[in-house]
């Protein structure tokens, strides 16, 4: 089991690499983060698609050198997502990355009919993270994307994360579908929904994984927290996917963990037909190289 980025970046690099395709490379932290993967061994290379005046002199303010890659010059933010997308599904390279653009401008070009990474599957935010005091990553979803998953996209959710579990070699990752209470309660609905995804598990609905819920929190990664509150389930205390109710406390969970407990993060999209490497705008050079190395990951354990 892989419990740390470090032991992620070395699984990577002992695999097939990829070479990335940077939708508006235009971004002092991305140009850095897409140089670390390089000289760290985790990409093969990258096409940077974005506006080449810019780029050029991002990397020259930072002292970067963009002699590895290829720069395709396309101003347009939109174009040049339509270009990044397109040059992972004609085959010139392996994953696409957002740059410095919003997120609805590269998913609409994600998931274009014609050309497009659409599956037909849901596409939702899975992100991991590595906290100081724990001995294992934890796998987050969805706090990017779906709004207010149902019972069925919240299956879809789960299933997505868990997948990033098998990459990170946990064999049955152990997911917790998160709630404010650790009882099903009828006045709160996504208790009733952790119960049935509890259940959908138990009946073979939802495969790869050990899904337990509802519980809170504390009871989801503190084994003495489970204890004291009497809960008994292999999840309890040692989940490794936390599923939360919706995008607020996701969004609030993920960038709490961020900028109160400085943990180390990345984050992908899953759901087409490969993965998107997506941070937020604001997140560090780290952060976008450890996504990166995720989507890189993930991709060699498809």
């Given at each position: 089991m892989i419990t740390n980025f470090?032991?992620?970046l070395d699984k990577v690099r002992s695999g097939k690499l990829s070479k990335i395709s940077v939708a508006a490379a235009q971004d002092s932290d991305v140009l850095s983060s897409v140089s670390m993967a390089y000289k760290e061994g985790i990409i093969s290379g990258a096409i940077l698609v974005g506006d080449k005046e810019e780029i050029e002199k991002i990397a020259s303010e930072k002292g970067l050198d963009?002699?590895?890659?290829?720069?395709?010059?396309i101003k347009d933010k939109e174009d040049a997502c339509k270009k990044a997308v397109s040059l992972v599904r004609e085959g010139k390279a392996d994953l696409p990355m957002k740059g410095f653009v919003d997120t609805?401008?590269?998913?609409?070009a994600l998931l274009?009919?014609?050309?497009?990474?659409?599956?037909?599957?849901?596409?939702?935010?899975?992100g991991v993270l590595e906290v100081a005091g724990f001995d294992r990553l934890f796998i987050l979803s969805d706090s990017a994307m779906a709004i207010a998953p149902d019972l069925q996209q919240k299956a879809d959710i789960i299933r997505s994360a868990a997948a990033v579990g098998h990459a990170l070699d946990i064999e049955l990752p152990k997911v917790a579908v998160l709630c404010a209470v650790e009882k099903v309660n009828p006045k709160m609905?996504?208790?009733?929904?952790?119960d049935e995804l509890a259940k959908m598990n138990e009946r073979g609905e939802i495969e790869g994984c050990i899904v337990a819920g509802p519980l809170a929190l504390d009871n989801a990664v503190s084994e003495e927290a489970a204890k004291h509150k009497g809960i008994l389930s292999p999840v309890a205390?040692?989940?490794d996917v936390l599923i939360v109710p919706d995008i607020e406390a996701g969004n609030i969970l993920n960038k709490g963990m961020e900028y109160f407990a400085k943990c180390e993060k990345a984050g992908v999209i899953m759901g087409a037909a490969?993965?998107?490497?997506?941070?937020?705008?604001?997140?560090?050079d780290k952060s976008k190289m450890h996504s990166i190395a995720l989507a890189a990951l993930v991709s060699q354990e498809a």
């Open positions: 470090k032991e992620l963009l002699s590895p890659f290829v720069i395709e010059d609805p401008v590269i998913l609409k274009d009919k014609e050309n497009g990474l659409r599956t037909g599957k849901l596409i939702c935010h899975v609905p996504a208790t009733v929904d952790a205390g040692k989940a490969k993965p998107l490497i997506l941070t937020s705008r604001a997140s560090s």
